[in-house]
């Protein structure tokens, strides 16, 4: 383990040879002026728009986001005085990444300050909602889910991810509920209608989950699986032969490639 550059200390080396706490002492330094003024114009109030001064500080910490410790959050929050606003898209940039990277156990780390500090960003709530959910978390997914929605109803990824989620409890009448929303806000999501399928077999709404199936192989025609929940469905109603047709699919497009 390399130490930090800087006399007398003993920290482990982040970049530029210094620690977490000394790297950031060196971006103030070099921070241009202008970025670091924050503006208190009426355009610094619009939520999606992201100051100059945030956006250095957001692409500083991602840089080496692998390395991200808590007392460089500390640092940033401590030196550069971040507003609530600022402070919440540092930890939403970060939360996303890690979601990018299949941790979802730091992501929920970051995403609950995001919420905390910000808890008008509908997209950090289904952000931390699909985290909870990859952690089998998912009466908590549930509720950033659903109030995800209350602010975004038009979301059709969050109602997917609800319908997903309702699925995992049992929740069988909620979890069609959501997905049909989904399936009308995207009717091209050929998983919103599978998963319809899926769920409609389980309660043994064959007819339904045939339609389902159908039309979500008319959407995306090489999904294996697809074919294969369509033929276990046509099982069940008695028709073995279009089962038979579906397990031959379904052995054709997951044939090894060559």
């Known amino acids: 383990m390399d130490a930090c550059i800087i006399k007398k200390c ?19 330094k070099v921070m241009p ?14 939520v999606d728009e992201i100051p100059a001064r945030t956006e250095l500080l ?12 808590d007392s460089m959050v500390s640092s940033f929050n401590n ?13 939403y940039q970060m939360g996303k990444r890690f979601m990018d990277k299949s941790d979802s156990r730091k992501a929920i780390t970051y995403l609950k300050k995001v919420v905390e500090l910000n808890p008008d960003k509908a997209d950090s709530k289904y952000k931390l909602g699909t985290a909870y959910y990859a952690e089998s978390r998912f009466d908590e997914a549930i509720d950033m889910l659903e109030q995800a929605l209350e602010q975004d109803p038009g979301n059709a990824d969050c109602q997917f991810a609800l319908g997903i989620a309702y ?15 989904a399936a009308k806000l ?3 999501n050929a998983n ?3 998963w319809i399928g899926v769920i409609c077999d389980a309660v043994e709404k064959y007819k339904e989950a045939v339609t389902a199936f159908r039309k979500a192989i008319e959407l995306d025609p090489k999904r294996a699986d697809y074919y294969q929940s369509l033929g276990y469905t046509y099982e069940s109603m008695d028709q073995h032969s279009e ?7 379904a052995m054709f497009f997951n044939r090894p490639s060559l």
Not at 38 to 45: F, I
Not at 58 to 69: C, D, M, R
Not at 79 to 91: G, P, S
Request: aromatic residues 8%; proline residues 1%; contains cysteine.
């Open 79 to 91: 030196i550069f005085n971040l507003t609530k606003r600022e402070a919440a898209e540092v930890y």
């Open 186 to 188: 995207a009717p091209d």
């Open 33 to 46: 002026e202008q970025a670091q003024t924050v503006k208190k114009s009426a355009a610094a109030t619009v």
């Open 167 to 181: 699925e995992q409890n049992d929740l069988h009448d909620k979890a069609l509920a959501s997905l049909r929303k």
């Open 58 to 69: 957001v692409h500083s910490t991602l840089a080496h986001v692998e390395k991200i410790t």
């Open 243 to 249: 089962a038979v047709k579906c397990y031959k699919k």
């Open 10 to 28: 003993n920290e482990e080396a982040y970049e530029q040879g210094m620690c977490a706490k000394h790297y950031v002492d060196f971006i103030k």
């Open 192 to 194: 919103a209608h599978y």
